[in-house]
């Protein structure tokens, strides 16, 4: 069972690792409230059927009201499952868990993020992805006549690994990409260099967004992409919250390419956004909105009285 709800400040576990600026930013959101904020990292929770609610995380006697998630460290794949699993743990023992693991695993695979907004409605790049090399080849050579292909990997984030293919022999060997070719037909335009958006979306409403603009196809800001300012319209918002809403996100940052109003397809889903960029070109306080949504939904739910 979660914390005392006789308490009247809640317990949050904030789950980050090493030093990350957003999770700082978040922990001091949390504690202006007068809420209780236990950083850990996953790596170091277990399953411990001895502990009280049968998760021990450190630094806690029982199980947090609830959880933000910044960051799942990488590992093997029988420790990410695991650490995953602690968050699914956690969710049927009752605790709050922002984002939950289900959405955290939805956004983290590419092609299950893409199935999904397809399946509410939402406008994608067409979209192949197959684990032989032939099949990808025959994609590439149906598919890559006029317009080349963007090879992802599967799991990644911030525009690392994105390749253009126009040719099959330009496809690299599966051993390259963990054996499987993610593969999107490339929508961008060059109108003095490339543009897309990212809208930054909380329980449900879209908060801030900007256009990330670049000389090079790749906009992601790591990459080298400028962020700028940009106007939140009603398309815009309407496709971001319906977007984090497919793969069941509370909080989420959305890439979105959209060269005219009306045409706006989705391009990623991020269930563990930054937004050093949305930072650089809005003041809206985007940890202080997470903090007031999640606190505002655990109070909806436990019988305490208001914190702060």
């Avoid at 317990?11 to 949390?30: C, I, N, P, Q, S």
């Avoid at 126009?166 to 037909?185: F, K, M, N, S």
């Avoid at 809206?284 to 702060?308: C, E, K, M, N």
Wanted: aromatic share 6%.
């Amino acid at each position: 069972m979660p914390h005392n709800s006789r308490s009247r400040s809640p317990l949050v576990a904030l789950f980050a690792d090493g030093k990350d600026g957003h999770a700082t930013a978040l922990e001091k959101r949390l504690e202006a409230t007068g809420a209780l904020v236990r950083r850990a990292s996953l790596a170091d929770c277990a399953f411990d059927s001895t502990y009280p609610g049968g998760i021990a995380i450190p630094g806690f006697d029982g199980l947090p009201d609830a959880a933000l998630v910044r960051t799942i460290p990488a590992g093997s794949f029988e420790a990410v499952t695991r650490r995953l699993g602690i968050l699914h743990g956690l969710r049927e023992a009752g605790t709050v868990v922002w984002n939950d693991a289900r959405a955290i695993e939805r956004c983290v695979d590419k092609s299950t993020t893409t199935f999904l907004l397809g399946l509410a409605g939402l406008a994608v790049p067409p979209t192949w992805t197959v684990e032989d090399r032939e099949a990808a080849t025959a994609i590439v050579r149906r598919q890559a006549r006029s317009v080349p292909l963007v090879l992802k990997p599967l799991f990644g984030a911030q525009g690392r690994g994105l390749r253009l293919i126009r040719d099959p022999d330009e496809l690299p060997a599966p051993e390259e990409i963990a054996g499987v070719y993610y593969l999107q037909r490339f929508m961008g335009v060059d109108r003095g260099g490339y543009r897309d958006y990212r809208v930054f979306v909380v329980a449900g409403r879209a908060v801030a967004a900007m256009s990330r603009r670049s000389d090079n196809w790749i906009t992601n800001v790591k990459q080298g992409g400028q962020p700028e300012p940009t106007l939140l319209d009603e398309e815009l918002s309407r496709v971001a919250v319906r977007a984090a809403a497919a793969v069941g996100a509370d909080f989420a940052g959305v890439d979105i390419l959209r060269h005219a109003p009306g045409d706006a397809l989705v391009l990623e889903v991020n269930s563990m956004p930054a937004w050093n960029g949305l930072r650089q070109v809005c003041d809206i306080d985007i940890p202080g909105a997470i903090v007031a949504a999640l606190l505002q939904t655990l109070a909806a739910r436990t019988p305490w009285s208001a914190v702060g």
